[in-house]
């Protein structure tokens, strides 16, 4: 098992910045890539960003593409999302996800956090 704890969330202004956080304990966080997934009212789950195993390797929506920023820190496990030039679209719940595989498949994560609020007033 593993448990996944989401923070950073918030209200922020359209242009602004927010770091999210994933703290994950249980088994070895190294073993798992990561990733951010949104929800915004009334819409579908999301894939917004994702990160290899070891770091490294990243990949993101287009949506998001130069904005935002996802990384990981293996000794401490936890998983970053640096949001920058925030937009009243990117209102969502935010959930980190921890799977096997790089994906932007939903539905291939095991592990899923509670999801923290990120409001974008424009």
């Known amino acids: 098992q593993v448990q996944l704890v989401e923070s950073g969330g918030g209200l922020a202004q359209a242009g602004g910045s927010l770091r999210l956080s994933c703290a994950a304990s249980g088994r070895t966080f190294s073993n798992y890539a990561m990733a951010w997934f949104r929800q915004a009212p009334e819409k579908d789950r999301e894939f917004v960003a994702n990160?290899?195993?070891?770091?490294?390797?990243?990949s993101s929506a287009d949506s998001v593409k130069g904005r935002f920023i996802i990384s990981r820190d293996n000794d401490k496990n936890t998983l970053y999302l640096q949001m920058n030039s925030l937009a009243p679209e990117d209102t969502a719940v935010y959930y980190c996800?921890?799977?096997?595989?790089?994906?932007?498949?939903?539905?291939?994560?095991?592990?899923w956090g509670q999801g923290t609020q990120v409001t974008v007033s424009s």
């Open positions: 990160i290899h195993r070891p770091g490294g390797s990243t």
């Open positions: 996800a921890a799977g096997p595989w790089q994906t932007t498949d939903s539905r291939l994560y095991t592990y």
